[in-house]
């Protein structure tokens, strides 16, 4: 059996479109496109409640999030990080002169393993820049307390975490800095977008100099800032998208459920554990394909294309392997490879068929 339609990791959250239109009304009334707009200011109240945090700048993506970030913090020499996760988090570190140091992860959720991080620590170590990969919160308590002990500051990259909560605590409340990322293949998109939650109210005006060009005043500049503001038509996609998103989550929520009815009992197929205590938001669905399930991570994902449908290899090739960066910086880092050789991320999004995914699943039961 072929689909005729292929079947993509994902596909972005879109309102009706009339209530876009409608609300462009509001841009062509106004006559601001950009610089901090009536929709950019609507939105940031409005995501600050529903992400449960005191305070957040808005950015025209994740990427440029984190790299402010950064450089807001004034980290300098060596940052320890996770190899297991998207270029951008390396490449922000890099990019901003710092010397990332991989620290392996947890077999159980593919998160930085906060048990080898303080064999890592040096004179030279300035941060710890975990990711909560798949929307799975890292331990934050433990980071958060080795940081403290050491002087080090955290930047959480909880690029996938939109609106994840521990008990009922937000995400973004963990460490200095967390990162959101808006991206059309989020849970939550803006199209392009990025937030910063931050614990420390100062660090409101550092965020937004450095996301202006560092213009204090017609008259002051005071630092070499970039430009990264969110424009108002992202903030206008961000606040309609922003009424619906609970009900993204209980759709992809009720998708993930069929894919575990389906997928739990193969061998060689390994789940993400659930937990109780955590309000996810059903991002991704990796599984980890294992020696047991009689075929490899990349003969599966042919099998699957050759029925039209497109998994994702999030994340291969493992950071450490990437041609810019081999050879080049300290960590060993086996549980990463071993799970970036294997993951697999399933087609996911709150609309995708109770069809498509029997005819995913039907392909990797092999029936
Ligand atoms: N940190 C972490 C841990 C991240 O995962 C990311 C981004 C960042 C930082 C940086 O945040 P941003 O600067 O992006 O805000 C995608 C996304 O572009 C990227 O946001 C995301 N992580 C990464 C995991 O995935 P690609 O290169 O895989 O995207 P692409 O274009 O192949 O899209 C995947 C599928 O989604 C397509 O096959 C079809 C569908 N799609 C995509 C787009 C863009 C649509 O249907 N419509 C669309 O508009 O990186």
């Not at 593919?110 to 170590?125: G, Q, S």
């Not at 630092?223 to 009900?247: I, S």
Request: aromatic share 10%; charged share 20%.
């Amino acid at each position: 059996m072929k689909n005729n339609e292929p079947i993509y990791v994902t596909k972005p959250f879109l309102p009706p479109f009339e209530e876009f239109t409608e609300g462009l009304k509001r841009i062509w009334d106004s006559k601001l496109l950009t610089n901090f707009g009536p929709i950019y200011n609507e939105l940031l109240e409005g995501l600050k409640k529903y992400l449960g945090v005191e305070n957040l700048s808005l950015i025209v993506n994740g990427h440029q999030a984190l790299e402010i970030a950064i450089s807001t913090l004034q980290l300098s020499g060596e940052v320890i990080t996770t190899p297991f996760t998207f270029a951008s988090t390396t490449h922000a570190i890099v990019r901003s002169g710092l010397e990332p140091v991989f620290c392996d992860i947890r077999m159980d959720n593919y998160n930085i393993d906060e048990t080898k991080i303080e064999d890592l620590i040096t004179e030279k170590t300035s941060a710890i820049i975990p990711v909560h990969v798949y929307g799975t919160p890292c331990n934050v308590e433990v980071i958060d307390a080795i940081a403290k002990r050491h002087h080090l500051k955290v930047i959480y990259d909880a690029a996938h975490a939109f609106g994840v909560k521990i008990g009922d605590q937000g995400i973004g409340t963990y460490g200095d800095i967390s990162m959101f990322s808006f991206h059309a293949t989020k849970v939550y998109n803006t199209i392009e977008g990025g937030g910063l939650a931050f614990s420390n109210a100062e660090l409101a005006r550092e965020i937004y100099l450095r996301q202006n060009f560092g213009i204090a005043n017609a008259e002051e500049i005071l630092l070499p800032g970039t430009n990264a503001k969110m424009n108002e038509f992202q903030a206008l996609m961000g606040l309609l998208n922003l009424k619906y998103v609970e009900q993204e989550i209980n759709n992809r929520k009720k998708k993930v459920e069929l894919y575990r009815h389906y997928l739990s009992k193969i061998p060689g197929i390994k789940l993400l554990p659930n937990s109780e205590k955590i309000k996810q938001n059903y991002a991704y669905f990796p599984i980890v394909v294992t020696e047991e399930y009689g075929m490899t991570r990349d003969e599966l994902a042919v099998k699957l294309q050759k029925h039209n449908i497109f998994p994702r290899k999030y994340f291969y090739p493992l950071i450490t392997d990437f041609t810019c960066y081999r050879g080049r910086y300290r960590g060993d880092t086996p549980n990463a490879r071993y799970i970036a050789d294997r993951v697999l991320c399933l087609p996911i999004w709150g609309g995708i068929s109770e069809n498509m995914i029997y005819e995913i699943c039907q392909v990797i039961l092999g029936e």
